[in-house]
């Protein structure tokens, strides 16, 4: 911890994420505004007290649309990181754990999919299931659990062969026992590290698609989808993209940042030199 506390730009990037988070919990309270709300004589208005981040095409307060806009940008890519994870964690503990025919199995499947481009297999799913945020959140499950499972199995394999481990298959310990007393504790910390440095894949991903259309469909506030509708008035009104531009850049630097801090912290002694 005290790596942590000496790492003053990790600590920044904590804070700005739980103030993020926090807003995003409490947007009613935050926001001066209804995201939704529009009001044509308010029309491309300048910042203000009452509009911090002036208005959009619509009289509609960017900054309304900005607070609300976390819950469908940042929360709905912590969901997809949770669920992801959790389907890696399970297929690669059982495929380094069990290995033989059961670990090939999963692994020359993983191998498969990740042959492909993630981002054209992201396309052609939303693309056969259709837009929507669910359906993105589907496809970016779909893609990256593999590589997830591929890590997780290294790891698993890496503690397999521990003393401790040895012994408990010796003295008659279950599979559960070992796996969840042994393995998972060992490599937890490394699996929040990858987490935490992925998450800013998945909000760029989902900002992404929802920039071309196939996430959230307006009039729901969303980061991707307020540049979207700022591109239309990009030379009449270039201010409109700077909020949603900025939240992105800053939210995703602050967990790529944070993700480095973490794996400093937990990184063994001796190998930080």
């Known amino acids: 911890m005290r790596r942590f506390v000496e790492d003053k730009l990790g600590l920044l990037a904590l804070a700005i994420l739980c103030t993020v988070m926090i807003m995003g919990i409490f947007a009613p309270v935050f926001s001066l505004h209804d995201p939704l709300e529009q009001n044509i004589a308010f029309k491309f208005a300048g910042m203000s007290w009452e509009y911090p981040f002036g208005t959009d095409h619509l009289g ?66 939303v693309g056969v299931l259709g837009v929507g945020m669910e359906n993105i959140i589907i496809a970016n499950i779909v893609i990256k659990w593999t590589w997830y499972a591929r890590m997780i199995r290294g790891m698993v394999a890496g503690y397999n062969y521990k003393n401790y481990v040895l012994y408990a298959k010796t003295i008659g310990k279950s ?75 800053v939210v995703v630097a602050s967990f790529n940042i944070l993700g480095d801090s973490l794996r400093d912290m937990l990184a063994p002694k001796g190998s930080m030199k």
């Open 60 to 125: 509609r307060c960017i900054y309304a649309r900005l607070i609300f806009g976390i819950r469908n940008t940042v929360f709905l890519a912590v969901l997809t990181m949770v669920c992801t994870i959790s389907i890696g964690v399970f297929i690669g503990v059982i495929s380094g754990y069990y290995k033989g025919v059961v670990d090939e199995m999963i692994m020359r499947f993983c191998d498969v999919m990740l042959s492909f481009p993630s981002q054209v297999m992201i396309l052609a799913i």
């Open 175 to 249: 599979d559960r026992f070992i796996i969840s007393r042994h393995l998972l504790p060992n490599i937890s910390s490394e699996i929040i590290v990858l987490a935490t440095l992925d998450m800013g894949w998945v909000i760029i991903n989902i900002s992404m698609l929802s920039f071309l259309g196939l996430g959230i469909q307006p009039p729901f506030p969303e980061w991707g989808a307020m540049l979207n509708e700022a591109k239309n008035v990009l030379m009449s009104n270039p201010s409109q993209m700077i909020a949603p531009g900025v939240a992105i850049l």
